[in-house]
Nanobody
């Protein structure tokens, strides 16, 4: 069964950038849809980006033009490059494959 491990979160100033990684083990990601979600304090978990096999990617309107999701099948890893970060991007970011979730990585955007 796949296990997902996110990393790359941290504290960044508004306008800054971070790159999140999600390494999968126990299953190849190449044939699967992968997704990034986030959950801010007191809010529901929301979809950020979906990576469909074949390099099709869809984004939430709130992150379009600022975030870029990608996958490296050879490394069994998906990434989320986040640029132009805003305080409202503060959340725990999760990686998902099927019904499996990672443990999340905290992103805090604050001056």
């Amino acid at each position: 069964q796949v296990q997902l491990l996110e990393s790359g979160g941290g504290l960044v100033q508004p306008g800054g950038s971070l790159r999140l990684s999600c390494v999968a083990s126990g299953s190849s990601i190449s044939l699967y849809t992968m997704a990034w979600y986030r959950q801010a304090p007191g809010k529901q978990r929301e979809l950020v980006a979906v990576l469909i096999p074949g390099d099709n990617t869809n984004y939430a309107d709130s992150v379009k033009g600022r975030f870029t999701a990608s996958r490296d099948n050879a490394k069994n890893t998906v990434y989320l490059q986040m640029n132009g970060l805003k305080p409202e991007d503060t959340a725990i970011y999760y990686c998902k494959q099927g019904t499996r979730w990672g443990q999340g990585t905290q992103v805090t955007v604050s001056s």
